[in-house]
């Protein structure tokens, strides 16, 4: 079974430029969530889907960051303009559904910001 | 924030038996507690979850106390590609996980 891929896997960009990350879930999984993770911390959840439905939103910065899911499977998270303190790790990961289900994660695109 | 409390580093030899606790002392009656680790540069790994009994599966065993506040995974025979960090993350069935810190694991010859 193919797990939840992401790309690219590793991004440099100066500090005010833009970027995406792109992620394709395990098949038939409705859930969809982004974690941002800090070198150092633990994974912190950005942004949940249920399908092509913003289920939690509420740690997203809004003003720079933003995220879709536009046919209920593959998603792109967006950060424009980024700043020197959204380097971090950007992960995805998938479940079938929200309540209850094992979350699988993909490997992470890596960013920094210079 | 993470309602888990764990150790921040551990070491355990080779072969042996890795024991891993961890405190959710103000776990709720439908709340599990799931098991995660990370290996570096890769993205997080499930290993086990449960509810109030033991659990044992082909990577671990999950101990979780009667009372339900507290909880220990175990690696039974431990290798160099166990060294990780290791999340012990208390999760109801709306479906968040929130990481804490972690207790990073070495493996150590």
């Known amino acids: 079974e193919a797990g939840v891929a992401q790309s690219p896997r590793y991004k440099i960009i100066e500090k005010r430029q833009s970027v995406a990350f792109w992620c394709n879930p395990i098949s038939g999984h409705a859930t969809l969530y982004w974690y941002q993770q800090i070198l150092g911390q633990g994974p912190k959840l950005l942004i949940q889907?249920?399908?092509?439905?913003?289920?939690?939103d509420s740690q997203l910065p809004k003003d720079r960051f933003s995220a879709e899911r536009l046919k209920g499977v593959d998603s792109t998270l967006k950060i424009q303009p980024a700043k020197l303190e959204d380097s971090a790790v950007y992960l995805c990961?998938?479940?079938?559904?929200?309540?209850?289900?094992?979350?699988?994660f993909g490997e992470g695109s890596w960013l920094t910001v210079v | 924030d993470a309602k888990t409390t764990q150790p921040p580093s551990m070491d355990c030899a080779e072969g042996r038996a890795a024991n891993l606790p961890c405190n959710h002392s103000?776990?709720?009656?439908?709340?599990?507690v799931y098991w995660y680790r990370q290996i570096h540069s890769q993205g997080p790994q499930y290993i086990i979850h449960g509810l109030k009994n033991n659990e044992t599966n082909e990577m671990a065993s999950l101990i979780i106390t009667e009372d339900r506040k507290s909880s220990t995974l175990i690696l039974p025979h431990a290798t160099l590609r166990d060294t990780a960090v290791y999340y012990c993350i208390v999760r109801n069935q709306g479906g968040k996980l929130i990481f804490g810190q972690g207790t990073e694991l070495s493996v150590k010859p």
């Open positions: 990961a998938s479940s079938l559904e929200a309540g209850g289900n094992t979350i699988y």
């Open positions: 103000t776990i709720s009656g439908n709340e599990y």
């Open positions: 889907f249920q399908n092509n439905g913003v289920v939690d």
